[in-house]
């Protein structure tokens, strides 16, 4: 038999996912899942201003342009599950039940949780619109400097001063403690899991180092710019499964996030300059010649950002893209564990 724990054990299960809440209510929920697979993020392309012409016969607001768009898709591409066993032996009738919610929260507290975590830092730290990648390491002496460098980014990109979060790892957070602006004010426990402080605008959340990718100081998003969506988060005890004595503890986690693309000015990443990947090199014939050991090149011939773009074509290999004489081709380049490169591009000419 299954019990589902979320209706009869709903207050364990809810403290359980209120560590895994951290990013629960920072990102954005603008947009819907199209189909089971992916979000599909429609975005709307902006067009600059005319000269109004009193004296024309026509078209005194400028020649008309159709209303632009571009597409974006974020797969979800983490489909993640355990299964748990606890044999009756090893607990007297009375506490199944309970040992069975004990199993819950601690896997969730400490395996589920971090890895959603981390799978969501990485991303927005691999496709972050902003990046300071240098060689100098973070230090008591420049971090504030850093963080005053994503405000700075964020005003540039004219990013909403409310709901920016910085993501920074507890050892340079330790560099800090003393200047964080207390946050006892701040009413919405779930809103503020994790806050532990503000520099600015910026409200900080220290994560294990190890939630971090190698290299990387801290991550920074405003709400409507980074998307993370489940669509599974499924737990269930049985009670004497066939082949078991006792109780099967499973659950199920499927989910997906990243950076939205016109709004990727803000999300910031501060890195050493080792964790990013090497630019691929371009041809102007629309070969990629060299993927500077890259796992994968995604690139696009419409003018669009590769990163964001649901026209990006993947190249595993040295390759060429299909295009006309005349085409902007743009390339980024992914190795697992760092971040993108930069995006590269050329016109081509054949």
Not at 105 to 121: G, R
Request: charged share 20%; aromatic share 6%.
């Amino acid at each position: 038999m299954a019990i589902n724990l979320k209706s009869k054990y709903a207050d364990r299960l809810t403290k359980a996912l209120d560590y895994a809440s951290v990013i629960s209510g920072k990102t954005s929920t603008e947009y819907k899942m199209d189909g089971s697979e992916e979000i599909q993020l429609l975005s709307l392309v902006t067009q600059s201003l005319n000269n109004y012409n009193r004296a024309a016969t026509a078209n005194r607001y400028g020649t008309p342009a159709e209303m632009q768009d571009v597409i974006q898709r974020i797969k979800l591409d983490k489909d993640r599950s355990f299964s748990i066993p606890v044999d009756k032996g090893n607990f007297i009738e009375g506490n199944f039940l309970k040992t069975a919610g004990a199993v819950i929260e601690d896997e969730m507290n400490e395996v589920v949780a971090p890895e959603i975590e981390a799978d969501f830092f990485k991303k927005v730290a691999s496709n972050a619109g902003g990046v300071y990648a240098n060689a100098t390491a973070i230090s008591a002496s420049n971090i504030m400097a850093r963080l005053l460098a994503v405000e700075a980014a964020f005003r540039n990109g004219r990013i909403p001063k409310a709901d920016r979060f910085v993501a920074m790892k507890t050892t340079a957070l330790q560099l800090i403690k003393q200047a964080l602006t207390n946050c006892d004010g701040i009413t919405d426990k779930l809103m503020m899991q994790g806050i532990v402080g503000r520099i600015g605008t910026l409200m900080i959340l220290e994560v294990a180092d190890s939630d971090l990718p190698s290299g990387v100081n801290f991550v920074a998003w405003q709400k409507r710019c980074a998307v993370f969506h489940k669509t599974i988060e499924d737990t269930k005890v049985h009670q004497d499964p066939p082949g078991i004595s006792g109780i099967l503890v499973e659950g199920r986690f499927r989910w997906g996030g990243g950076v939205v693309g016109k709004y990727a000015a803000g999300t910031y990443v501060d890195a050493l300059n080792t964790s990013r990947q090497g630019n691929p090199t371009l041809n102007a014939n629309g070969s990629v010649t060299s993927l500077n050991s890259a796992q994968y090149v995604l690139c696009t011939v419409d003018g669009s950002d590769p990163r964001y773009s649901a026209t990006a074509v993947k190249l595993t290999s040295t390759g060429s893209v299909t295009h006309t004489s005349g085409d902007v081709l743009k390339a980024v380049g992914y190795y697992d564990g760092k971040i993108a490169s930069e995006v590269t591009s050329v016109t081509t000419t054949s």
